[in-house]
């Protein structure tokens, strides 16, 4: 496998160019999500958002924001992009990866999104019991989900997903 472009903590001074592989990525459907209402009147998390870097480029990105489902702290992973020249070599996946160690290190016990379960289960997410997570607005659950960071983090998670 070629070597994959470095994944470092997004900065303050990275916003505006990772804003713009998102928008190319997703679109003007962007907004349309229903996790964006999770991202309305939130901040990502500075030291656990990551980015992958090409020479001065940004290539890839995964923000990280704080949420809760039910009464538990949780991090929602996305958006989640990656340049089209740099696409299936397994950055995504590094992303992904390195977002959730960064979570993990930071403390955080909980990962939730919603994506694809066959891609994200290479890192391991699995899907929410449909009846017990409630999501703010129309969403596939068989797309909500998780990864405990800690042990015993997802067990018999439940309620709704919330921005703090
Ligand atoms: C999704 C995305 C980040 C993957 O990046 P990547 O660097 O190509 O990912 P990887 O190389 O780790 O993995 C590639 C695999 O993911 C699959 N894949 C790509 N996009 C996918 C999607 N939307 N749903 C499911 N699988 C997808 C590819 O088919 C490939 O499968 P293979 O390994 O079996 O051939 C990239 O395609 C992208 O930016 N897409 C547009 C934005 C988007 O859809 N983000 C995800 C929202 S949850």
């Given at each position: ?153 997802a067990d018999g998670l439940g309620g709704a997903v919330t921005r703090?």
């Amino acid at each position: 496998m070629s070597k994959l472009p470095p994944i470092t903590l997004e900065q303050p001074e990275d916003f505006a160019v990772v804003e713009s592989l998102i928008d190319q990525a997703f679109g003007p459907g962007r907004y349309a999500k229903s996790a964006e209402r999770l991202r309305e009147g939130n901040s990502h998390l500075a030291g656990v958002s990551v980015v992958a870097r090409e020479g001065g480029a940004i290539v890839g990105c995964a923000r990280m924001w704080p949420v809760k489902v039910g009464d538990r702290p949780a991090v929602l992973l996305g958006p989640f992009a990656v340049a089209d020249e740099q696409r299936n070599k397994g950055l995504g996946l590094a992303l992904v990866q390195a977002a959730c160690k960064a979570a993990a290190d930071a403390g955080h016990a909980l990962v939730i999104l919603v994506g694809d379960a066959k891609f994200f289960a290479r890192a391991k997410f699995e899907p929410v019991d449909p009846k017990a997570v409630f999501f703010p607005g129309p969403v596939d659950m068989r797309r909500v989900l998780t990864l405990a960071l800690k042990p015993g983090a997802a067990d018999g998670l439940g309620g709704a997903v919330t921005r703090p």
